[in-house]
């Protein structure tokens, strides 16, 4: 038996150690938005974060994921839409939309810890792949989602 802590919520699981996160993740708990896409780490489909960090779960066992804080799309959410899923809406940065499930986890990892990105912090940090070429979008979309929300000084305030 392994515990996991997938969303804020903890499951102990019967699954193999060896077994990658990905399969935990959709085949155990019946999540269904981190997608498989190569199934070797390149692709970034399966992006989650685990303690905060964006990785592949096709490349993390059960048993290395076992313990840590595990969020996933479904979990990104709540309870309401994430930041950077209104930017992507907002610049329509899907077009098949296969990719940006892990696109958006990567990049929540991203503004979490560079509230902030350059250009070049984006280009670091964003290495999934998008077969239909969104890249400048979604390069918008992470601006728009870091653009800090308005706020009223004292000084306006006395007007």
Known sequence: ???????????SLDVEPEMPLLWVLRDQLGLLGTKYGCGIGQCGSCTVLIDGNAERACLVTAAAA???????????????????QKAWIEHEVPQCGYCH????????????KKPR???ADI??????????????????????????VATVTPAARKG
């Open 66 to 84: 076992a313990g840590r804080k595990v969020v996933t799309i479904e979990g990104l959410s709540r309870p309401g839409l994430h930041r950077v």
């Open 1 to 11: 038996m392994l515990k996991f802590n997938v969303n804020g919520r903890v499951h």
């Open 101 to 112: 499930t892990g696109m958006i986890m990567a990049a929540a990892a991203l503004l979490a």
């Open 117 to 119: 990105p350059t250009d």
């Open 123 to 148: 280009d670091e940090a964003m290495t999934n792949l998008c077969r239909c070429g969104t890249y400048a979008r979604v390069r918008k979309a992470i601006h728009a989602a870091a653009a800090p």
